[in-house]
């Protein structure tokens, strides 16, 4: 009789557990991760081949048929060599390198590259309309936007809500209010400031040199492009310019220090001053006195129907002559109903200026 299968069950056992084992059992794990990760990398990679493929075919086509003779294409190449970019289909991605080539392109003074980049801006959606690019140029704004023209004197602020009547590769024209010290503040001080507001982005400033167009019946003005000022920080929050009569009480950082510490932090510093710019985050007033940053300051003022009790975190002082100080902050502890208030203000305020093309002029404790 055959002994049965199960009588010996050696075949079953774990072998010894040696350093041998344990290598090998290692090396099999080290192996198969290997191979998952290898597969991974070999997927991804053979992915992104084929969509840059496509995407190369996809942008080839759309060349060649906005034109036959080749002339974008060579364009194309032409502001890539003035970037970082091997091929113009990464160029057109990023605002940023391809303003900057465009710059370079214009300055060698080549009277058919002004089409040719009218038809690649238009070819790609290089402007303020599409949502994928960051505005760094004044030639990516679009005839009949909004825009604002401020210029300062001092602490005298002129702001100017203008409409853009006409933009190309050269320069672009704006229709200014009719008002007559307008024109004249423009012609003496035509450096200004042109700033753009959209939604996702906030605030982007241009400085421009302005220069009049002669008309008998619009105030005309007229610009070169500039790309986008890098000194000035691009602020999310879109900001009015206000003259309002404020109440200030404000605490150092050292005195806020010693409050927290339940140590008495002796009288805080209060005056008057005028509140120059309003914005959803922040505030900037004017004051004779010389605040210190850090510190925390309570405003009170009024707009219109809001009466309003804010405390703003002094970020930033500077000297404006004279004695006084533009002291800029951020609202810190604002509550739901007051920044609702602040916010609905705000919001009426510079619509009403964009739809009457409003001057606002500045100057405070005037």
Not at 25 to 40: Q, R
Request: hydrophobic content about 40%.
């Amino acid at each position: 009789m055959n002994p049965s299968p199960l009588s010996d069950l050696s075949f079953f056992k774990f072998p010894e557990v040696t350093g041998q084992v344990v290598q090998n059992i290692v090396l099999v794990v080290l192996l198969l991760t290997l191979t998952v990760l290898v597969t991974v990398l070999v997927q991804r990679w053979l992915h992104e081949r084929h969509t840059r493929t496509r995407e190369r075919a996809h942008f080839r086509r759309l060349t060649g048929a906005r034109s036959a003779d080749g002339g974008v294409e060579r364009l194309l190449q032409r502001l890539a060599a003035y970037s970082t970019y091997k091929e113009p289909m990464d160029l057109v991605r990023d605002a940023a390198a391809f303003e900057t080539a465009v710059v370079q392109v214009l300055a060698e003074g080549r009277a058919e590259d002004l089409a040719g980049l009218a038809r690649v801006r238009q070819m790609f959606h290089l402007n303020v309309i599409n949502p994928n690019l960051e505005v760094v140029s004044t030639r990516q704004l679009l005839r009949d936007l909004p825009v604002r023209i401020v210029t300062r004197d001092g602490d005298a602020v002129l702001d100017v809500y203008c409409t853009l009547l006409k933009v190309d590769e050269q320069m672009f024209t704006l229709a200014l209010p009719p008002e007559r010290d307008v024109e004249q503040r423009l012609r003496t001080q035509p450096h200004v400031q042109l700033v753009y507001w959209r939604e996702n982005e906030g605030e982007t400033v241009f400085e421009v040199d302005l220069e009049p167009v002669s008309t008998e019946d619009l105030v005309l003005f007229r610009a070169a492009h500039a790309l986008r000022a890098e000194d000035f920080s691009q602020r999310k929050d879109f900001r009015i310019s206000i003259d309002v009569p404020l109440h200030y009480t404000y605490l150092t950082r050292d005195q806020l220090s010693l409050h927290r510490a339940g140590q008495d932090v002796g009288g805080a510093q209060a005056g008057e001053g005028h509140m120059v710019d309003l914005s959803y985050g922040g505030a900037s007033f004017v004051c004779g006195s010389a605040l210190t940053p850090h510190g925390l300051v309570q405003l009170k003022f009024s707009l219109r129907e809001v009466e309003a009790r804010v405390v703003l975190e002094v970020g930033s002082v500077s000297d404006q002559g004279g004695g006084q100080s533009l002291v800029r902050g951020y609202f810190r502890g604002l509550s739901g109903d007051m920044r609702s208030q602040l916010n609905h203000f705000i919001y009426r305020e510079q619509m009403r200026r964009q739809r009457q093309q409003e001057v606002i002029r500045v100057v405070p404790g005037v």
